[in-house]
């Protein structure tokens, strides 16, 4: 089984490839890829290996290849099937941000115990209450929840996923869950980051130390 | 200097420690913390010696010592003090969150380039134009920025926010930005989470096979 931190970077690998792409390159070698995820060129080839994806030492990797290669193995190339779980800010800024059709990523539909915001559509979303949740999904393969309720109704609503059969949860509650091993959750706490940004921001070697 | 995973740890049972003294417990022992963050004892006592903290091993860790030593630890007891670039959708969901004062931080200022946007308060923080940044940021001590901004916009804001002296940036935008070495940066991309759940969703032995 290909490790977290190799998918991981090869979803970056795959965002910064659009942006190359962008900018009309057709091209790119492993130290380039390796410069802009700040890794190393030889972590760059190691990854794309896992993908047989093989530069050309004189031309570099073809851009819109390796982006299918990518595509093909995290099997991105007929889009992510998501519901959301909580329609607060943060549920309504992922609907605002996921709903515009510009991503591979759809969000099929919503939830909210809230009943002024079930029965509404939230940026061309439909909202459900949560009773609706098995039905809803039914039949639809959704391959991941991205669960945005508040902490004290993380392991509830987690729970209801797990039953209702959705193999992965993106987690924004600033809670851990509890979850079988058959499912996958990844923690995504913005307090988190911004603390241990913080701190590191505070303990970098300064500037005008580093002249010294 | 203490590694990056050591201080997201930190950061990690600083929430769990909250959300156990929410629940009127006063000790927790290090299994039971390394059960809530899915780590082991040894390593959840091995990241609190850096703190000096050590449990009775009998009752445990005193909860309260605990979040007041992580709090020293990581300098968070005077509060983090943040700005934030970019009031789109995410943007205004940062502020709706973070603006209620019930966290320990805080966002001291608004940009956006939108003229619409500008000189409005929006959940309770004033938005500047970008031209005012170094105006506004003089004097606060800035810890952090949030960088919410589009993705073509990323590597320009960044460079107004590391001259402007800020030491660490959460970047939320869906691309990689450069910084002198002196500023932390910590990635926070919603799309690699979600494409990265999707992937072990698919790929995790499911229920019905680890029965056989």
Redesign the interface.
């Known amino acids: 089984?290909v490790s977290?931190k190799t998918?991981?970077r090869l979803?970056?690998y795959?965002?910064?490839l659009r942006?190359l792409a962008a900018t009309g390159a057709t091209h790119v070698f492993s130290h380039q890829l390796a410069d802009?995820?700040?890794s190393t060129a030889a972590q760059v080839r190691r990854d794309l290996m896992v993908l047989n994806a093989y530069g050309n030492p004189r031309t570099g990797y073809l851009i819109e290849e390796l982006q299918q290669s990518i595509d093909d193995y995290?099997?991105?190339s007929k889009g992510?099937t998501?519901i959301l779980v909580g329609v607060g800010?943060?549920g309504?800024?992922?609907l605002?941000?996921f709903m515009t059709g510009r991503?591979h990523?759809r969000i099929v539909a919503a939830f909210d115990a809230d009943p002024q915001k079930a029965g509404r559509t939230i940026s061309g979303c439909r909202v459900y209450p949560p009773e609706e949740l098995f039905q809803q999904v039914a039949g639809k393969n959704v391959?991941?929840a991205?669960l945005a309720v508040p902490?004290s109704e993380a392991q509830k609503t987690a729970d209801q996923l797990v039953k209702a059969g959705?193999?992965?949860?993106?987690n924004f509650a600033?809670?851990?869950i509890k979850v079988?091993?058959?499912?996958?959750?990844?923690d995504?706490?913005?307090?988190?980051?911004?603390?241990?940004?913080?701190?590191?921001?505070?303990?970098?070697?300064?500037?005008q130390e580093?002249k010294k």
Chains 1, 2 share one sequence.
């Open positions: 089984m977290e998918v991981s979803t970056t795959r965002s910064l942006q802009m995820a700040r995290l099997s991105f992510i998501t800010s943060l309504r800024a992922l605002a941000y991503s990523i391959h991941c991205l902490g959705i193999p992965s949860i993106v600033p809670v851990r079988p091993p058959t499912v996958f959750v990844e995504l706490d913005v307090t988190s980051s911004i603390e241990k940004a913080a701190f590191f921001g505070r303990h970098l070697p300064k500037a580093m």
